[in-house]
């Protein structure tokens, strides 16, 4: 599995957000090299104050749909929902980076994924039994992608990028 620089580079730039998805389910080995890869993630002081809940039973994926937009997490045979322990600074942060790193993973492999923000927070760790001092972060959907969308308009560096100082 030795991967080439371009290679790697063409997992960051060719990711797509996938809303669609076939209905097989994903590979106990690729869910498990997957989550390897959220576990292998940077975090302040190495405190890794997280916990990835993974959903795949159907009615409580119905449960984490919050809008018209995102009942493709339905579709998906897996939802990752990334919690923070909230008495740590950068929990949020260390969260993100953990689920970035599990898009990159599975892009990889070959699945596609999508990032979920949009959510009621409480109804969330009702519905997960999520103690009161996690925090629920972000979600990601996984699953083989069943469409290829174009790609989404990107900000050049020339408008976010500054050299030394702001102004
Ligand atoms: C923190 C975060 C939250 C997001 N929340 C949602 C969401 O709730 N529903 C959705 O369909 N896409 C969501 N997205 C996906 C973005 O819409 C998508 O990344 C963006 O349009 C760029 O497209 P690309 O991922 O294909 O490059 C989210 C992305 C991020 C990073």
């Not at 994903?26 to 292998?40: F, N, Y």
């Not at 940077?42 to 449960?63: G, H, M, T, W």
């Not at 339905?74 to 600074?89: F, L, M, N, T, Y």
């Amino acid at each position: 599995m030795a991967m080439g620089f371009q290679e790697f580079l063409s997992i960051i730039y060719n990711r797509r957000s996938i809303r669609r998805y076939e209905s097989r389910s994903i590979p106990d080995e690729a869910l498990r090299v997957i989550l390897e890869a959220g576990r292998q993630a940077p975090s302040a002081r190495n405190l890794q104050p997280y916990c990835f809940i993974v959903v795949r039973d159907p009615e409580l994926k119905k449960r984490l749909v919050f809008s018209e937009w995102n009942r493709f997490i339905q579709e998906a045979p897996v939802v990752i929902v990334g919690c923070g322990d909230s008495r740590a600074k950068w929990a949020v942060v260390d969260v993100a980076i953990a689920l970035q790193n599990m898009v990159m993973a599975a892009e990889a492999l070959g699945l596609g994924t999508c990032w979920i923000g949009h959510f009621v927070e409480e109804e969330v760790k009702r519905t997960l039994r999520i103690p009161e001092h996690m925090k629920v972060v972000a979600m990601i959907t996984l699953g083989y992608p069943a469409e290829k969308p174009a790609p989404r308009p990107k900000k050049g560096l020339e408008e976010l990028v500054r050299y030394d100082t702001f102004e």
